[in-house]
């Protein structure tokens, strides 16, 4: 595809989110999308200020980084980005992207999302750059895309020229809002985190008041 006058050499995904923790469902759909979508490389770039969730129980964004940095180390095609972070004030996706399109045009950026956003991207800030941005890659929630989902995929192809690929992978039933009420209740999240972000949470004794 081209940019212009630029060919874009290089296929690049993107999972965002606040990561509050990241946790083994987010490397295992990173993972599948590296393989299915023959990806470069998958940036985790969690997100700095989201206007979408209330801060009060979040991490420092250095923190969730750190956290990041530990689970996907060891992957050689698992990236971080403090791009979001770095910024002051709310973040959005479609800033993000379109900046990340004029830094980077030889770059084409896949937007990993989870089946459930899918529906509601619509109120996200100007989704008409999101899908201008991006090849959008959707994670169905029970493996197989349901008529639900197929639906709405072709109402926004349609609507906003979009470039949309349903991702073939498994749905593994793990959040992270289940991970620190474990974490707050005294319960184990040995094997919901990789080893070394299971060690910075205990060390550090993140989530504990939660």
């Known amino acids: 595809m ?8 290089k296929k690049t995904g993107i999972i965002g989110g606040t990561f509050n923790p990241i946790h083994i469902g987010h490397l295992i759909l990173a993972e599948n999308a590296y393989d299915n979508l023959k990806l470069d ?20 964004a250095n923190e969730r980084l750190e956290l990041i940095n530990a689970a996907i180390s060891g992957n050689d095609h698992f990236v971080s980005s403090d791009y979001e972070i770095r910024k ?14 004029e830094l980077y045009p030889e770059q084409e950026f896949y937007f990993i999302i989870g089946e459930d956003s899918i529906y509601n991207i619509e109120s996200w800030y100007k989704p008409d750059r999101i899908f201008d941005n991006c090849i959008l890659v959707v994670a169905p929630r029970n493996h197989e895309p349901d008529e639900k989902l197929i639906q709405i995929v072709k ?40 080893d070394k972000a299971l060690n910075l949470i205990v060390s550090k004794r993140y989530y504990i008041d939660v």
């Open 41 to 60: 490389k998958v940036i985790f770039m969690p997100t700095g200020c989201s206007y979408l969730k209330d801060q009060s129980q979040i991490l420092k």
């Open 88 to 101: 002051s004030g709310n973040t959005y996706t479609a800033e993000t992207l379109t900046e990340l399109n």
């Open 2 to 9: 081209k940019n212009g006058s630029v060919i874009k050499s």
């Open 155 to 194: 109402k926004l192809t349609y609507k906003y020229n979009a470039s949309i690929s349903i991702l073939d992978t498994p749905d593994i039933d793990i959040s992270s809002s289940m991970i620190r009420e474990r974490i707050s209740n005294g319960k184990s999240i040995k094997y919901y985190v990789p």
